[in-house]
């Protein structure tokens, strides 16, 4: 096992009345992909958005890189590495695709800078055919991708992507699958939220499956494909 880079220890979180994650507990292997199953409500997005600061933990510790993060502001937590691609997208629709990529780039912690705006373009070569159309005359495929790319202008050593696949045509599909190998090859590590089970085990090294707010299962996803509980509940096969 390699040295994690993002430790959850004993995490739990609260929203209004709600116990959403209760006692979840994981780590993410530096410069690898991890990923993180579960259906719709089990607390997924929760978790991510905890890490960011967004969803603060009521309870237990995270560390990143051994240093505790989980009293931090969210934009401490932005510039100490963690790059968030939220469900949402969050582009600036009144901003053209070179100012979204420009404006995010202005807020990169210290220290060089491996994507720039000509390396994110070289990836998403739609955005270079698009770097002067504004954020909201992008498609939604386009949309997730300049979502994904304004978060490595900011130069992340961890990248969370939150569901970058919803909603989108399979073509479109296949091609953020493959820009998510292409990052995570280039030594960003990677925590990705993922409704595509199969794709998601398959870009990744390390799974966890969460129900209800726990870890239910955990393991190096190739183990995991031929596991009889992800296959009968996720991929449809008995």
């Given at each position: 096992m390699t040295e994690p880079i993002l430790c959850l220890e004993n995490i739990h979180t609260?929203?209004?009345?709600?116990h959403i994650l209760q006692g979840v507990t994981l780590a993410v292997e530096k410069?690898?992909?991890?990923?993180?199953?579960g259906r719709n409500g089990s607390g997924k997005s929760t978790?991510?958005?905890?890490?960011?600061?967004?969803?603060?933990?009521s309870a237990g510790a995270i560390r990143l890189d051994g240093e505790p993060i989980e009293k931090r502001r969210v934009h401490e937590i932005a510039r100490k590495g963690i790059g968030f691609v939220p469900e949402d997208r969050a582009v600036l629709f009144s901003l053209t695709v070179e100012e979204n990529l420009v404006a995010t780039a202005a807020n990169r912690a210290g220290g060089a800078a491996r994507w720039t705006v000509d390396a994110?373009?070289?990836?998403?070569?739609r955005l270079?055919?698009?770097?002067?159309?504004?954020?909201?005359?992008?498609s939604g495929g386009e949309q997730?991708?300049?979502?994904i790319a304004r978060a490595l202008m900011s130069a992340p050593k961890l990248l969370l992507l939150d569901e970058p696949t919803l909603g989108l045509a399979p073509l479109v599909v296949s091609d953020i699958f493959g820009i998510i190998r292409e990052i995570n090859a280039a030594g960003t590590t990677i925590l990705l939220v993922e409704q595509n089970v199969r794709q998601a085990l398959k870009v990744s090294s390390y799974a966890y499956v969460l129900e209800t707010g726990e870890i239910a299962l955990s393991g190096p996803s190739r183990e995991l494909l031929q596991e009889p509980r992800i296959k009968a509940s996720y991929l449809g096969q008995v």
């Open positions: 609260h929203i209004g009345r709600h410069g690898r992909a991890t990923v993180l199953l978790t991510l958005r905890t890490i960011m600061g967004l969803s603060p933990a994110v373009v070289a990836m998403f070569p270079g055919e698009r770097r002067w159309h504004l954020g909201g005359q992008l997730q991708m300049l979502a």
